[in-house]
């Protein structure tokens, strides 16, 4: 089976319990970092390959989108709406540590990590 990893677009990959935006950078050993609307609200979930066992990871009523995995796999970077507005975010792998980056009045989205972390 293959699987298409998009960066940051809007190509989205199908599981068969639902339709979300897809990530680059999976964790090894293969994990993938992805949003979805599935519960009627935009949360980050990571799963395997097969998609069987999705994990909500942040799990609160706003719109949270576009996980990026950090270089070393240790951290996720995404945006949210939690606070008003779109603001960047990082958590842990885990989902715990949730901790908002940026503080700006405009819309701040579509974070990314350089190389070196």
């Known amino acids: 089976m293959r699987i298409l990893l998009v960066c940051q677009s809007s190509f989205y990959l199908m599981f068969s319990f639902v339709v979300g935006s ?15 609307d ?5 949360e980050i979930y990571l799963t395997d390959t097969t998609g069987k066992r999705p994990v909500n990871l ?12 950090s270089p070393d796999g240790t951290q ?12 960047i975010y990082m958590m842990r792998a885990d989902g715990t540590r949730q901790e908002r980056l940026t503080h700006h009045p405009a819309t701040d989205k579509a974070p990314a990590w350089s190389p070196d972390g």
């Not at 897809?22 to 979805?36: D, G, Y």
């Not at 599935?38 to 935009?42: K, L, R």
């Not at 996720?76 to 603001?87: A, K, T």
Request: hydrophobic share 35%; glycine share 4%; charged share 15%.
């Open 22 to 36: 897809a990530l680059c950078q999976p964790h090894p050993p293969v994990t993938i970092a992805f949003a979805s």
């Open 38 to 42: 599935v519960s009627g609200d935009w």
């Open 58 to 69: 942040t799990r609160n009523p706003a719109a949270d989108y576009y996980p990026t995995w």
């Open 76 to 87: 996720i970077v995404f945006f949210s709406r939690r606070d008003g507005n779109h603001e």
